[in-house]
């Protein structure tokens, strides 16, 4: 796990928390913009989970060299 998959997984966790407040509330507006983040972390999850996937296919590949 690098920094960006526990930054990602942060945001999703934050915007299920500020979708399900602002559900509580009825604010529309707010419960939008948690959806929005949950979606940026899932994104940043990914990209920190294929830099991962590709530093280890790097030191596999120069291991077996």
Do not use: C, Y
């Amino acid at each position: 796990m690098n920094k960006k998959t526990i930054t990602g997984q942060f945001h999703v966790v934050l915007g299920k928390f500020q979708e399900s407040m602002a559900a509580a509330l009825g604010n529309a507006a707010l419960e939008r913009a948690a959806q929005r983040r949950q979606m940026d972390g899932r994104i940043l999850h990914a990209v920190g989970e294929a830099q991962d996937l590709i530093k280890r296919s790097l030191r596999q590949r120069a291991g077996s060299l």
